[in-house]
């Protein structure tokens, strides 16, 4: 069990006296203020952030990262106020603490939203101190390894699942691999513990029946690097218990068929000597050359570098083998946290490791763009996800994504800009669809057109957190400009019903409406009336100061132009085309929705209703075909699919989609549901005779619904 004199010896080896002295002053100050305090295992609370801090002294973090560390319960859990911590230990110590402080006690949220919340500010808080994110990480490493004191099963389930879904990516994200596996080991033991118990079993077990093979093969590898001119340390490895889980669960295997359950680690003084040494080790046994990975060349995206390859023995004996140098071990080893433990003898951060870092910090944008916390935590998880795959620009500059991503997220990766115009891809030399998903390798260029922008459908072509928030953002800011367009034309028709125009409305009105209603521009209030917030007949006469009395003049209609946009949609239950009779019925948070005048869903609606709009189709309608639902009830013979489709096909009408239903044999009564594109009227009751004029045809008309 730690204690503060355990405590202090450790940090003897790296810090400075009065750095000590400031470690004995917040240890005191946290002892006091959580005195009589327990944890769930009935030990007293200091234990945790002593612990805590000792986590982090074995990471070598600096005093302050150990102060705040001392402290980080405190303002969360007694009485001390931030602004106390602040006046004794100053504005530094204060920020971390307040960024590792969770907000438990907010009210009106659930459980999930609460989380979201604990991580958006911690992840703000870690933008401006990377600290921060190290701290927690070592708060929740003992978490994890005290998480039998909980009684409830369902609440340790709870705290793993967390811990597998968000503090073991950010740990691989930051290469901080030892810390990695040990969390991913502690939660499968609580997610799964019948399981963990005969795979941990399975796994001392592994090797004792070859004992003797693993020794000879070790002094053999030894034996041939020395002769080879390499002077290396060598280290038997076993695979971590978690990744042994994970591949029989991907690949539903059995534990005696995962290979290179048993591998070894050379450790070697260059880059160089890397190379030569695989040479050595494939010149003295059979590479499996499936599984060579260079991560030398090609570091992966937390920075970690290794080779990697597998070799088969004289015996069979399957070895995974890495080879690194030391530096590269000890980034492969602690990731981030090598710059405090090591940076005596380091210059700091290396490229590979300031793009992890800058890869992370990425997700503060998405707690700019992103206020639902479902939302956001999924994008987090997807961002973090350990699986990558690496593409190159036609440059040759080699970017990470995560499995799965399209050639769409590749444009975002590169830049913003070019991801809201992609028009199409060049994968290989190859034109692909944007929609393409990309593998390890492929050579990616993105061609544009100013033309083009985000649409909705764009979302279930990405995969990346970066590409889903901006392709959301800018689909939300289209929505608005297109919903204040619709507001203003709306507001003109009201406003020239009273008699009146809204380019001659004065300063004065404008100002005391929008300051009655809380608003500050002209802007707001189109927006407000574009989204069925506000109606346009009682604003107009509120700007005007007129009342219903006055409400004399000529209705004009707003003009549809008949695809609809954000602020306007053409309602599915009945599907209106351009030239017959249309109905606009405004409604909140939706915008102007746009029904025929046949639709049973707006029959039984007050018509007088202010929410109803008059609508008319702009004489631009009709040049574009728009979606027609369409039922037929027939006699089922021979060849009848083939003469309505050939019939509808003939007036050069495209088919999406066609069902039928009914009798299944010859004679019996079908009914056929076709959704065809129309431009107009016109040509729908034409379709309709040339379809009644099938022998087997016995009726056409649309299909309308109730919404």
């Given at each position: 069990?730690?204690?503060?004199?355990?405590?202090?010896?450790?940090?003897?080896?790296?810090?400075?006296?009065?750095?000590?002295?400031?470690?004995?002053e917040?240890?005191?100050?946290?002892?006091?203020?959580?005195?009589g305090?327990?944890?769930?295992?009935?030990?007293?609370?200091i234990?945790?952030?002593?612990?805590?801090?000792?986590?982090?002294?074995?990471?070598r973090?600096?005093?302050?990262t150990?102060?705040?560390a001392?402290?980080?319960?405190?303002?969360?859990?007694?009485?001390?106020?931030?602004?106390?911590?602040?006046?004794?230990?100053?504005?530094?110590?204060?920020r971390?603490?307040?960024g590792?402080?969770?907000?438990?006690r907010l009210v009106?949220?659930?459980?999930?939203?609460?989380?979201?919340e604990?991580f958006r500010?911690?992840?703000?808080?870690?933008?401006?101190?990377?600290?921060?994110?190290f701290?927690?990480?070592?708060?929740?490493?003992?978490?994890?390894?005290?998480?039998?004191?909980?009684s409830?099963?369902?609440?340790?389930?709870?705290?793993?699942?967390e811990?597998l879904?968000?503090?073991?990516?950010?740990?691989?994200?930051?290469?901080?691999?030892?810390?990695r596996?040990?969390?991913?080991n502690?939660?499968?033991?609580?997610?799964h513990?019948?399981?963990?118990?005969?795979?941990?079993?399975?796994?001392?077990?592994?090797?004792?029946?070859?004992?003797?093979?693993?020794?000879?093969?070790e002094?053999?590898?030894c034996?041939?690097?020395?002769?080879?001119?390499?002077?290396?340390?060598?280290?038997?490895?076993?695979?971590?218990?978690?990744?042994?889980?994970?591949?029989?669960?991907?690949?539903?295997?059995?534990?005696?068929?995962?290979?290179?359950?048993?591998?070894?680690?050379?450790?070697v003084?260059?880059?160089?000597?890397?190379?030569?040494?695989?040479?050595?080790?494939?010149?003295?046994?059979?590479?499996?050359?499936?599984?060579?990975?260079?991560?030398?060349?090609?570091p992966?995206?937390?920075?970690?570098?290794?080779?990697?390859?597998?070799?088969i023995?004289?015996?069979?004996?399957?070895?995974?083998?890495?080879?690194?140098t030391?530096?590269?071990?000890?980034?492969?080893?602690?990731?981030?946290a090598?710059?405090?433990?090591?940076?005596?003898?380091?210059?700091?951060l290396?490229?590979?490791?300031?793009?992890?870092?800058?890869?992370?910090?990425?997700?503060?944008?998405?707690?700019?763009?992103?206020?639902?916390?479902?939302?956001f935590?999924?994008?987090?998880?997807?961002?973090l996800?350990?699986?990558?795959?690496y593409?190159?620009?036609?440059?040759?500059?080699?970017?990470?994504l995560?499995?799965g991503?399209?050639?769409?997220?590749?444009?975002?990766?590169?830049?913003?800009?070019l991801g809201?115009?992609?028009?199409?891809?060049?994968?290989?030399?190859?034109?692909?669809?944007?929609?393409?998903?990309?593998?390890?390798?492929?050579?990616?260029?993105?061609?544009?057109?100013?033309?083009?922008?985000?649409?909705?459908h764009?979302?279930?072509?990405?995969?990346?957190?970066?590409a889903?928030?901006?392709?959301?953002?800018v689909?939300?800011?289209t929505g608005?400009?297109d919903?204040?367009?619709?507001g203003r034309?709306?507001?003109?028709?009201?406003?020239?019903?009273?008699?009146?125009?809204?380019?001659?409305?004065?300063?004065?009105?404008?100002?005391s409406?929008?300051g009655?209603?809380?608003?500050?521009?002209r802007?707001?209030?189109?927006l407000?009336?574009g989204?069925?917030?506000?109606?346009?007949?009682?604003?107009?006469r509120?700007?005007?100061?007129?009342?219903?009395?006055?409400?004399?003049?000529?209705?004009?209609?707003?003009?549809?132009?008949?695809?609809?946009?954000?602020?306007?949609?053409l309602?599915?239950?009945?599907?209106?085309?351009?030239?017959?009779?249309?109905?606009?019925?405004?409604?909140?948070?939706?915008?102007?929705?746009?029904?025929?005048?046949?639709?049973?869903?707006?029959?039984?609606?007050?018509?007088?209703?202010e929410?109803?709009?008059?609508?008319?189709?702009?004489?631009?309608?009709?040049?574009?075909?728009?979606?027609?639902?369409?039922?037929?009830?027939?006699?089922n013979a021979?060849?009848?699919?083939?003469?309505?489709?050939?019939?509808?096909?003939?007036?050069?009408?495209?088919?999406v989609?066609?069902?039928?239903?009914?009798?299944?044999?010859?004679?019996?009564?079908?009914s056929?549901s076709l959704?065809v594109?129309?431009?107009?009227?016109?040509?729908?009751?034409?379709l309709?005779?040339?379809?009644?004029?099938?022998?087997?045809?016995?009726?056409?008309?649309?299909?309308?619904?109730?919404?």
């Open positions: 069990m730690v204690d503060i004199a355990a405590l202090r010896r450790k940090l003897s080896g790296y810090l400075p006296p009065e750095r000590l002295r400031d470690i004995d917040a240890y005191t100050y946290s002892e006091n203020a959580h005195a305090q327990q944890r769930a295992s009935g030990k007293p609370f234990l945790h952030p002593l612990t805590v801090a000792d986590i982090l002294a074995d990471w973090f600096d005093s302050p150990l102060i705040a001392l402290l980080h319960d405190v303002v969360e859990d007694t009485p001390v106020t931030l602004a106390q911590i602040k006046e004794t230990f100053g504005g530094d110590i204060a971390l603490v307040h590792l402080s969770k907000i438990d009106g949220i659930d459980r999930q939203e609460r989380e979201a604990n500010k911690l992840i703000l808080a870690a933008a401006e101190d990377w600290r921060v994110i701290i927690k990480l070592a708060d929740r490493l003992h978490n994890m390894r005290t998480l039998p004191a909980i409830q099963p369902d609440k340790r389930r709870q705290i793993a699942n811990t879904s968000i503090y073991v990516p950010i740990s691989n994200r930051l290469g901080f691999s030892t810390l596996d040990e969390l991913q502690l939660a499968f033991r609580h997610l513990p019948y399981r963990y118990r005969i795979l941990r079993k399975a796994l001392q077990n592994a090797g004792t029946g070859n004992r003797q093979s693993i020794d000879r093969l002094e053999k590898i034996n041939d690097l020395a002769a080879g001119g390499i002077e290396a340390k060598v280290a038997k490895r076993k695979k971590n218990l978690y990744s042994i889980h994970e591949k029989m669960e991907k690949k539903l295997i059995s534990f005696a068929e995962v290979e290179d359950i048993v591998g070894f680690r050379l450790i003084k260059s880059r160089q000597e890397c190379y030569i040494s695989m040479g050595i080790m494939h010149k003295s046994f059979t590479p499996n050359p499936s599984r060579f990975k260079d991560y030398v060349a090609i992966k995206s937390n920075g970690y570098q290794s080779l990697h390859t597998s070799l023995t004289a015996v069979g004996l399957k070895v995974e083998l890495q080879i690194r030391r530096a590269m071990h000890e980034v492969a080893e602690h990731g981030l090598a710059h405090w433990i090591y940076k005596q003898n380091k210059g700091g290396n490229e590979t490791q300031r793009e992890a870092l800058s890869r992370l910090s990425s997700l503060v944008r998405l707690h700019d763009e992103n206020k639902a916390p479902g939302e935590m999924e994008h987090v998880k997807v961002d996800s350990p699986a990558e795959m593409v190159l620009t036609p440059n040759g500059k080699i970017l990470t995560p499995l991503a399209t050639a769409l997220d590749f444009a975002y990766a590169v830049h913003t800009d809201d115009h992609a028009e199409r891809a060049v994968i290989n030399g190859r034109v692909a669809p944007i929609s393409m998903r990309l593998t390890t390798g492929d050579q990616v260029k993105i061609t544009t057109n100013p033309n083009i922008q985000p649409l909705p764009w979302l279930g072509l990405a995969k990346t957190a970066r889903r928030s901006r392709i959301r953002h689909i939300a800011a608005k400009k919903a204040a367009a619709l034309k709306m507001l003109n028709v009201a406003v020239a019903r009273l008699g009146g125009a809204v380019d001659d409305i004065g300063d004065e009105k404008w100002d409406f929008l009655a209603n809380g608003m500050h521009h802007e707001d209030l189109y407000s009336i989204l069925g917030k506000t109606l346009p007949d009682i604003a107009s509120s700007i005007l100061r007129r009342d219903r009395a006055t409400h004399e003049g000529k209705l004009q209609p707003v003009l549809i132009a008949g695809s609809g946009n954000a602020a306007v949609k309602s599915h239950c009945c599907r209106p085309i351009p030239n017959e009779p249309i109905i606009g019925v405004l409604r909140k948070e939706h915008g102007l929705i746009i029904h025929s005048g046949k639709c049973p869903t707006v029959q039984n609606l007050n018509r007088r209703s929410k109803w709009i008059n609508v008319a189709w702009d004489e631009k309608a009709g040049k574009k075909p728009l979606p027609a639902a369409l039922t037929l009830e027939c006699i021979p060849g009848l699919i083939t003469s309505v489709t050939r019939t509808i096909s003939n007036r050069d009408i495209n088919i989609t066609c069902n039928f239903s009914g009798g299944s044999q010859e004679n019996e009564t079908i056929l959704m594109e129309i431009c107009n009227v016109d040509e729908l009751s034409k309709f005779q040339a379809l009644e004029r099938i022998p087997e045809v016995l009726k056409a008309e649309r299909k309308i619904t109730t919404h």
